[in-house]
């Protein structure tokens, strides 16, 4: 069975700190992988999405940044946090080519003070 | 899209009574319109789906309406239950079925 692995779950970070964030899926292969991020009450939005290795689709310009190194890894990372960096961040996988079905990660609560 | 950073509307429903929950989307190139459940602190789950081709699917306790002429969504749950309560989104596949895309929220809060 598939499975997919987010961590940390919870993250304090200062302004102007790095981060890196892992998302491993396993149990299948070449997934299509995204990373949400979700303000407190609020919707979530699309930062980035891959439908392979190194190919990377960014939605929103911002400072984050992500990668894909391996079929089923998936990172999002920002060289320095801002405050509003703030959030729920979640990460997910899909079969791709139209598979409606997404299964999200237990998602990583950030907070940049 | 604007929704992301509104504040999430509030549907709050007596135990046993049929729910709607509603959405509007604006792009009409979407293959597949979805409904996700988002319980706290968690994940958004999948609920059900419906092509765009298609007007109405039902699931089990649950029947999603697509009106695409006024590009509305619309989630419909049977005898609302406590464990319903959550948040509901709905989202939309584009790009050749390789984004998945969220719309508006609502918070569902069921009364006992």
């Known amino acids: 069975s598939q499975t997919i692995h987010q961590w940390p779950a919870t993250l304090v970070q200062p302004v102007g700190s790095p981060l890196s964030l892992e998302c491993t899926v396993e149990?299948?292969?070449?997934?299509?992988l995204y990373w949400y991020r979700q303000a407190a009450g609020r919707g979530l939005q699309l930062l980035f999405y891959?439908?392979?290795?190194?190919?990377i689709s960014s939605e929103v310009p911002q400072n984050l940044s992500a990668s894909r190194p391996q079929d089923r890894q998936f990172i999002l990372s920002s060289k320095k946090l801002l405050l509003s960096d703030s959030g729920f961040y979640l990460c997910?996988?899909?079969?791709?080519?139209?598979?409606?079905?997404?299964?999200f990660g237990q998602g990583t609560r950030l907070t940049v003070v | 899209g604007e929704s992301v950073g509104l504040h999430l509307p509030t549907l709050s429903v007596q135990e046993g009574d049929n729910s709607i929950i509603n959405c509007a989307y604006s792009?009409?190139?979407?293959?597949?319109f979805i409904w996700y459940k988002q319980e706290s602190g968690k994940g958004p789950q999948f609920i059900i789906d419906?092509?765009?081709?298609?007007d109405k699917r039902q699931g089990q306790r649950v029947t999603v309406l697509l009106n695409k002429t006024v590009k509305h969504l619309s989630l419909q749950i049977a005898a609302t239950q406590p464990g319903d309560s959550a948040v509901y989104f709905c989202?939309?596949?584009?790009?050749?079925?390789?984004?998945?895309?969220f719309g508006g929220g609502t918070r569902l809060m069921v009364k006992p």
């Open positions: 989202a939309e596949i584009l790009n050749a079925g390789n984004m998945l895309t």
């Open positions: 997910a996988w899909s079969a791709g080519q139209g598979v409606r079905e997404a299964f």
């Open positions: 149990g299948t292969s070449n997934p299509n």
């Open positions: 419906i092509r765009s081709n298609m």
């Open positions: 792009n009409s190139a979407s293959d597949y």
């Open positions: 891959s439908v392979g290795i190194g190919q």
